[in-house]
């Protein structure tokens, strides 16, 4: 049997060489691609600001997502948000299946609920979840709109001058000092009541 010359097995190396390195590639540079993509359980908290930046795209199939409950929903909630109440969200969570990699901004009053609504989807395998940090409440003390019919209405009277201020109900009623807003009305109902101040002030 004729041995390999020099040129043979200093080819053969190269070769062995080429195949250990496809071979570390495999190792180390799919696992990283597939960590990119498939994080369980994870979600990205943002400010109002950033929501709202992420809204006036209107990137076609966003979703944003009210995770209160349907008293609060109706007083006051974003425009054009998805009602799933938080504690019913694993149960009814194939009704946003079609979204499962789609940007999804879910809100509740002041961030809890929503921080645990994000963490059901995450773990369900959405891709593109975002928490609202400071709630509806946060988004109404930044200045920006919401869709309501219900407002808090003060009217002073100076002088015989009339001065009207109008805000939503909502926010007149967004101070909540009884739970420290942890799990503030997660199983409650709200009476809707439309409220108005007068106050008459006189000067001589």
């Given at each position: 049997m004729k041995a390999p010359s020099y040129y043979e097995i200093r080819s053969r190396k190269v070769i062995a060489a080429g195949l250990a390195a496809v071979l570390l590639l495999a190792f180390v540079a799919v696992p990283a691609v597939f960590g990119e993509t498939s994080e369980a359980g994870s979600y990205i908290d943002i400010t109002v600001d950033e929501a709202?930046?992420?809204?006036?795209?209107?990137h076609k199939n966003l979703v944003?997502?009210?995770v209160r409950n349907q008293s609060e929903y109706d007083l006051g909630h974003l425009y054009n948000a998805v009602l799933i109440p938080v504690y019913e969200l694993e149960d009814r969570i194939n009704e946003l299946q079609e979204h499962i990699n789609d940007p999804i901004i879910v809100y509740c009053k002041s961030g809890y609920r929503s921080q645990i609504a994000c963490e059901i989807l995450a773990n369900n395998g959405f891709t593109n979840v975002y928490n609202m940090l400071g709630g509806i409440t946060a988004w109404m003390e930044a200045g920006y709109p919401i869709y309501t019919t219900y407002h808090h209405v003060t009217v002073n009277v100076l002088d015989e001058e009339i001065l009207l201020q109008i805000e939503p109900l909502l926010l007149y009623q967004a101070g909540?000092?009884?739970c420290g807003c942890q799990s503030c009305g997660q199983n409650q109902n709200y009476n809707i009541t439309p409220t108005i101040t007068i106050t008459?002030?006189?000067?001589k």
């Amino acid at each position: 049997m004729k041995a390999p010359s020099y040129y043979e097995i200093r080819s053969r190396k190269v070769i062995a060489a080429g195949l250990a390195a496809v071979l570390l590639l495999a190792f180390v540079a799919v696992p990283a691609v597939f960590g990119e993509t498939s994080e369980a359980g994870s979600y990205i908290d943002i400010t109002v600001d950033e929501a709202y930046k992420m809204i006036k795209k209107a990137h076609k199939n966003l979703v944003i997502l009210d995770v209160r409950n349907q008293s609060e929903y109706d007083l006051g909630h974003l425009y054009n948000a998805v009602l799933i109440p938080v504690y019913e969200l694993e149960d009814r969570i194939n009704e946003l299946q079609e979204h499962i990699n789609d940007p999804i901004i879910v809100y509740c009053k002041s961030g809890y609920r929503s921080q645990i609504a994000c963490e059901i989807l995450a773990n369900n395998g959405f891709t593109n979840v975002y928490n609202m940090l400071g709630g509806i409440t946060a988004w109404m003390e930044a200045g920006y709109p919401i869709y309501t019919t219900y407002h808090h209405v003060t009217v002073n009277v100076l002088d015989e001058e009339i001065l009207l201020q109008i805000e939503p109900l909502l926010l007149y009623q967004a101070g909540c000092t009884s739970c420290g807003c942890q799990s503030c009305g997660q199983n409650q109902n709200y009476n809707i009541t439309p409220t108005i101040t007068i106050t008459t002030l006189k000067t001589k």
